[in-house]
């Protein structure tokens, strides 16, 4: 049944990227249950709007779980309490009326601060920029059933492909590692015949690239398999590394 | 201005063929001479510049959110459609090709469909070339399910996440190019204007969202892949950036805007619940393969939905066109809900929601199956509703979707304006009065992957192109424009929001201008939109300022750009007196109520042309010959 809550938040204000920032308190009156976390945030914008302040800054844009353009630290655990869910997709249901809520930015050495919540990730894609895919020019593939994939494969690949990039991983390790992201990629295309060719060139361009733009190491918290709102596994990481060590011994990719 | 399409002539099958053989060339040495602009990193925008970079063109790519991949086309669930007819189900070229015109309701291009049916098996053979996971049976072939509007398995879908997969793989073709050099990304930033020089499209102005710069890009060709417009309603599936001021900026430069009343509204998504929701979800079409749809055969009966038993429950859908049950098409089955809920038989809080019963598949083939076809579905339902869907029915209402109004292209997916390219959502191309489930994600990378790259070269084998620069003065006046807008939006300082405005204009198109429209209706309707656009203009409150970054500015210009949009939908719509597809004009329905065509006045695609702030816009057709296909009542039942 719907009902309504009051709440206390307390937001992270950053005005740009070279501002200290800090937290503001914020009450936020009869919310409906039914509600998302990001609609929650709307009410308390329109109002900031009408006192003349300025209104939060959050990434989002699907507001359905995929895109994974949003994303903040919710009492310490990226995108909220619940298992396996993006923060448009939490529900003020999973609240209680008079709780105190503390909203942060994702913080990582590799993503810089761009505005209150608004984080950028855009070392990610630069990650993926390096190897995350398979060198296929547009034209010349042969009949998409020429190449069998038993049901098992398939469904491991997608397990790493379902991925949204959102980077809840990164901010959740305590060493700020990229590991989950880029064993969820690097699974994906080395299941998959098709991305066997390129698999030992990709795996090594890819770790590269993390270690270059400062991500961290990874120490087996498991931090990062905890809030994945894909909940993709940590032995993708385990894959991740064998086919490193693999491309490492028997490739001339170095 | 006649409308030329440039559909070559000859036999339907070989036309395409044919224009390719016809279509000039630019040799591989040169097309590195050529910068090619495409806004939008979409499935239609990415897959477009992976593959132009991959010919050798300079690309700059653009898109409004931090990452190309977050592009809304990610969003999709269902499938994409190819006439491969791996299920041997009797599928063919022109089966889809029929099944795309007529789902259409015959108002879309004979010849640009069949091209369409063509390029879908290419579509899927690359697609797995670049690892994307489609769903396989246990032999490991690819599998398939139905959708609505055809009879045929010719579906691919990668779990309900398609769109995703889709995305995730032409972004990759895009980074992998990004990394070659060949394309340059401007990720966060928006365009404002398009800029035309000596009647050629020469570049754009783009806000740079983070830091508030304005800049000028000049190029060779301008291509815009900017999706759909259907959050003009203020709620609809789309994500809440997908806007419709790029390709509104190119209408009032002179590009054509083709059929903006053609609206497709979803029979699929969970119901409205409360006045803050910012957006409506979708719960994919494919659904209806094994939901039933029902409700309570009596008006006001409250009963649970398990204590209603099977004689008191009216399958609607099924009861009324056995032979596509619930696969009827969306406008059919929209239309269909509505009605149900207009005679009181509604169900839910607001009486505004039918059921979507999973109880029978799950008797049939057990809970596992159903949940590895729906399981995320499913899952995504309880998160937002907090019922289980496995136990109790889904309940469902219709919701805008997809917008099959755009840009008015021709066979080479070229607008009015010489050098301005549309592609995807945003132009009006392939789906007629309805566009059928599973085939945007095919239109879009048909578009992007295959057609544009060839049709481009023809337009810079044709054209002589003077070399210009940013520096020319038509890109300072742009820059002008797209400043002095910002000044005025940021010093009006009123009273409402800009979302306050924008959900009162959803309001009112959602009544008027939706599933059912009528004369009177949509009269009040521009009305009220004209009395709302000039209150925005005195009374919106916009904080922040300009060099910032400003999520209120952003969509203070968005909907600035609706409110100008709304009106020329209603014109459209007063324009088309006739019922087609989507567009249901309640005065022309057949006596089983079904929308009514007149093929003799209205077998055309309105194009409109911009004339000027205030001014009626101008009104242009393009007749649409059908040479291959008979006019029919389109009949489900
Ligand atoms: C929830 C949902 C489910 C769907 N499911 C299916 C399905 O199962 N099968 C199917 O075939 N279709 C489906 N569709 C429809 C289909 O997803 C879309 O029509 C299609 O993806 C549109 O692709 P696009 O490339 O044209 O545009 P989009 O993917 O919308 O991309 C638009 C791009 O343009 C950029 N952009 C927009 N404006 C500007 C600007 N002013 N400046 C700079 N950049 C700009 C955006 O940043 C983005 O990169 C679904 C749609 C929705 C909403
Ligand atoms: S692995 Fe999970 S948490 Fe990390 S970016 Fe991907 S979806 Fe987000
Ligand atoms: S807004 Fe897209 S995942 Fe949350």
Redesign the pocket.
């Known amino acids: 049944m719907t009902k309504t809550i009051n709440l206390k938040l307390k937001v992270w204000r950053q005005k740009d990227s070279d501002d200290k920032g800090g937290f503001k308190t914020y009450y936020s009156r009869d919310i409906s249950t039914d509600m998302s976390f990001l609609e929650m945030i709307d009410v308390i914008n329109e109002q900031l709007t009408l006192n003349g302040e300025d209104p939060i800054a959050f990434d989002h844009d699907c507001r ?1 779980g995929i895109c994974g353009m949003c994303g903040a630290m919710v009492n310490g655990r990226a995108h909220g309490p619940e298992k396996g869910t993006t923060l448009c997709q939490l529900h003020m249901r999973h609240f209680s009326d008079e709780d105190t809520i503390v909203v942060e930015p994702w913080r990582a050495r590799a993503f810089n601060i761009i505005k209150d919540l608004v984080a950028d990730r855009s070392a990610l894609d630069k990650i993926i920029q390096a190897g995350g895919y398979i060198s296929v020019n547009t034209g010349g593939a042969p009949d998409a059933n020429t190449i069998l994939i038993s049901r098992d494969t398939s469904e491991k690949a997608f397990d790493g492909a379902a991925c949204i990039g959102c980077g809840a991983c990164v901010a959740a390790c305590p060493n700020a590692s990229a590991m989950l992201f880029v064993g969820a990629k690097v699974s994906h295309l080395a299941l998959l015949p098709q991305g066997k060719p390129e698999a030992a060139r990709r795996v090594m361009a890819m770790v590269r690239e993390m270690d270059r733009l400062c991500f961290g190491n990874c120490t087996n918290e498991a931090e990062c398999e905890a809030v994945c709102p894909k909940e993709i596994s940590i032995t993708n990481i385990a894959r991740l590394n064998r086919e490193f060590l693999k491309a490492g011994f028997f490739s001339s990719t170095k | 201005m006649q409308l030329d399409a440039k559909v070559p002539g000859g036999i339907l099958a070989e036309k395409w063929d044919r224009h390719r053989f016809d279509l000039g060339l630019i040799s591989p040495a040169n097309r590195k001479k050529f910068d090619i602009i495409v ?7 990415s897959s477009a510049s992976a593959t132009l970079a991959e010919l050798g063109y300079n690309v700059k790519a ?4 931090d990452s ?1 991949r977050r ?11 190819a006439a491969k007819n791996y299920a041997n189900d009797g599928d063919s070229i022109w089966r889809l090709f029929y099944d795309t015109i007529k789902g259409g309701d015959f108002r879309s291009r004979e010849a640009n469909v069949y091209r369409l049916a063509q390029l879908s098996n290419n579509i899927i053979d690359h697609c797995v070339a670049q690892g994307i996971p489609f769903a396989r049976d246990y032999g490991g072939l690819l599998a398939n399910r139905s959708f609505g509007g055809a009879q045929v398995s010719r579906t691919f879908y990668a779990r309900g996440q ?2 995703q997969q889709l ?1 995730v793989g032409a972004f990759s073709a895009l980074m992998r190019q990004v990394a070659a050099g060949k394309v340059t990304l401007f990720s966060r ?4 204007e398009l800029v035309v020089i000596n009647g050629q499209a020469r570049g754009i102005v ?1 806000r740079n969202m983070i830091t508030g710069e304005i800049e000028t890009h000049a190029a060779d060709a301008v291509i815009l ?4 417009y ?1 959050n003009v309603f203020f709620l609809s ?3 809440m ?3 419709v ?2 390709i509104l900026r190119a209408y009032k430069k002179g590009a054509f805007f083709t059929n903006p009343c053609f609206i497709q509204i979803h029979p699929t998504c969970i119901p409205v619940h409360g006045t803050y929701q910012s957006k409506l979800t ?1 719960m ?2 494919s659904l209806r393969n094994d939901g039933r749809v029902w409700v309570p055969r009596n008006s006001g009966d409250t009963r649970s939905p398990h204590q209603i038993p099977e004689s008191d429950r009216d399958y609607f859908l099924e009861n009324k066109y056995p032979a596509f049950g619930n696969l009827v098409p969306r406008d059919v089955a929209s239309r269909n809900a509505k009605e149900q809920c207009d005679m009181g038989k509604g169900v839910g809080e607001t009486g505004l929601a039918v059921y979507l019963d999973f109880e029978d598949a799950i008797k049939r083939d057990g809970k596992e199956e159903i949940s590895k076809k729906y399981g995320n579905l499913f899952q995504m339902y309880e998160k937002i509703t907090g019922d289980n869907p496995y136990e109790t029915p889904m309940m469902i209402y219709p919701a805008v ?2 917008t099959m109004g755009g840009l008015w292209v021709d066979y080479n997916l070229m607008t009015t304006v010489p050098g301005l390219f549309a ?4 132009n009006f191309s392939d789906h007629g009065a309805n566009r059928l ?6 239109q ?1 990378l048909a578009d992007g992957y295959f057609i544009i790259p060839y049709t481009i070269g023809e337009y810079f084998a044709g054209t002589g192109l003077n070399k210009i620069t940013d520096e020319h003065p038509a890109f300072k006046a742009a820059v002008q424009e797209v400043n002095s807008r910002i000044n005025k939006l940021l010093s009006i300082k009123g009273t409402r929001t800009v979302d306050d405005f924008h959900r009162e204009l959803g309001r009112v198109l959602w009544e008027y201008c939706g599933m059912a429209r009528n004369e009177k209706g949509l009269l009040k309707a521009q009305k009220l939109i004209q009395q709302l656009r000039e209150e925005f203009w005195k009374n919106v409150i916009v904080p922040g300022s300009e060099r910032d970054f400003n999520q209120s500015l952003e969509k203070a210009g968005r909907v600035a750009d609706y409110l100008e949009f709304g009106e020329l939908m209603i014109v459209d719509a007063l324009a088309r007196r006739e019922s087609c597809g989507c567009h249901f004009n309640e005065a022309y329905q057949t006596e089983e109520n079904e929308a009514k065509r007149d093929d003799e006045n209205f077998c055309h695609v309105a194009a409109w042309e911009y004339a000027g702030d205030g001014i009626n816009p101008l009104f242009h057709k393009e007749k649409l010959i059908f040479e291959n296909v008979e006019l029919t009542q389109r009949s489900y039942r």
């Open positions: 359905e | 806004v939008g990193t979409g499935l239609a925008g653009f898109c409004l959110q190309p592009a809304h086309s990610i969003a999709a669930q269902g499938g994409i459609n398609t769109g995305l930033r928006e365009m404002m783009a892949a900017t999706g759909g259907g599936t789309n994500a950036t997908s806007n001021t790029a979708l994919s079409e979707h997809y592609i995807g959502e945003a489930g599973a085939s945007a994600l095919m879009g």
